[in-house]
């Protein structure tokens, strides 16, 4: 029996995965496949693909946003790239396109694959988005740690509401303010692994920790969201310069666990020391600052809100979407909450409102023949007189 693999996954690892990988499977059945679609989505890994998938497999569909794991078992198989866009539009297309494929690691190398097989988004915005989705599960429970602890155990005071110390709420409380703390690094560590893989993360991670650390740097204020990006794409491209060394043999093994860790470590530290470190702290600065003010004065915050709602919901779930919760997330970092709070009513406008208008007006849309149709990036209802 004819049989094909795939792999799909999201930024963030729920919605699009696995619609991709539903879609997918609908599409090589009807063709008389058997097939067996990997999701790596915010659950973990699901439907692993084992050796003897693989090896039976007359082709692989990766349809992923971001990097995915494990790309190297297809050594030797036809592999075609894709969008989880494009799975969801038209997964029988994709699967025309991966009869005629290039072979992984042979006459199709893995970067040349992607741009040859889709129209992909650029490479950088790619890396960034890995590095959002591993954030998001640390956002998430850092935040809802957090709110819950002042909703239930707080009291309110002249300064503010106050959690009794020693108590589970103040532990909670801790708790949420750590996940708020990884979230940094974890960022900045998986942006890097995006481009060169695991021998980064230790560069990453660390570096993103002293360019948010007052003490080394010798400033004010650390370098938030924007040295935490800087400094992922700096540690990703530095190992990977330092992966193209023609190093002896006998040496490689030791690079990517002690060579490569230290001196990534030693150079991303000295610059943000040296160079990068205050500039960056400055402008982290004035933009709370900018912040401060656009969030005390009521007119400006309605601004900011309809701005920042319009990103949400232009593009449901793509690259304009993500930048505005980026920046709810370092708004939260900054001590302005409210501008994550006009990011999160933004995200259920669109879904909220097609379903009422689909309930209210459920026989117009029979009338009419409208149904819920996916474009590029977002669900739309189209409808036919």
């Known amino acids: 029996m004819k049989k094909f693999v795939g792999i799909t996954k999201c930024p963030v690892g729920i919605a699009h995965t696995y619609m991709a990988a539903e879609k997918l499977q609908k599409a090589g059945q009807a063709r008389g496949y058997e097939v067996k679609i990997e ?24 349809a992923a946003d971001v990097a995915v794991d494990g790309e190297e078992r297809f050594n030797g198989k036809p592999v075609l790239y894709a969008k989880t866009a494009e799975a969801i539009k038209d997964s029988d297309t994709l699967i025309e396109k991966a009869l005629t494929a290039g072979i992984y690691g042979k006459n199709q190398p893995k970067t040349e694959a992607k741009q040859e097989d889709s129209h992909e988004q650029s490479p950088i915005i790619k890396q960034l988005l890995n590095g959002v989705s591993h954030m998001i599960p640390f956002v998430v429970v850092g935040g809802l740690f957090i709110a819950l602890s002042i909703a239930i155990g707080g009291h309110p005071t002249k300064a503010g509401m106050v959690i009794p110390p020693h108590t589970i709420w103040s532990s909670m409380n801790q708790i949420g303010t750590i996940g708020f703390t990884l979230m940094i ?3 900045t560590g998986y942006i890097a692994y995006a481009i060169s893989g695991h021998a980064a993360l230790a560069p990453a991670m660390i570096g993103a920790m002293v360019a948010n650390n007052t003490d080394i740097l010798g400033t004010k204020a650390g370098t938030g969201f924007i040295g935490a990006i800087i400094v992922g794409f700096a540690a990703g491209y530095l190992v990977k310069w330092f992966n193209s060394w023609p190093v002896p043999k006998d040496l490689r093994p030791v690079m ?21 470190g205050a500039p960056i702290s400055w402008l982290m600065t004035a933009l ?14 309605v601004i900011l809100g309809v701005v920042i709602g319009a990103m949400v919901a232009i593009d449901m779930g793509g690259p304009v979407n993500k930048v505005a919760f980026l920046f709810g997330v370092a708004s939260i970092t900054a001590g302005h909450p409210q501008i994550m709070g006009a990011v999160a009513c933004a995200v259920a406008v669109p879904s909220l409102a097609l379903g009422i208008a689909t309930f209210v007006r459920r026989d ?17 209802v189209r409808c036919n007189q």
Not at 288 to 296: F, V
């Open 364 to 380: 117009g849309l029979q009338n009419h023949r409208c149904s819920a149709t996916w474009w590029p990036n977002r669900w739309g």
């Open 288 to 301: 709370q600052d900018m912040l401060t003010t656009l969030s005390q004065n009521p007119e400006t915050s």
């Open 39 to 62: 999701t790596q989505g915010a659950s973990g890994v699901e439907d692993e693909l084992s050796a003897a998938d693989v090896a039976d497999a007359d082709f692989v569909i990766i």
């Open 185 to 187: 690094p974890i960022l």
């Open 256 to 276: 990517p666990i002690f060579v490569i860790p230290l001196l990534g470590v030693g150079i991303i530290s000295a610059v943000l020391i040296l160079v990068l």
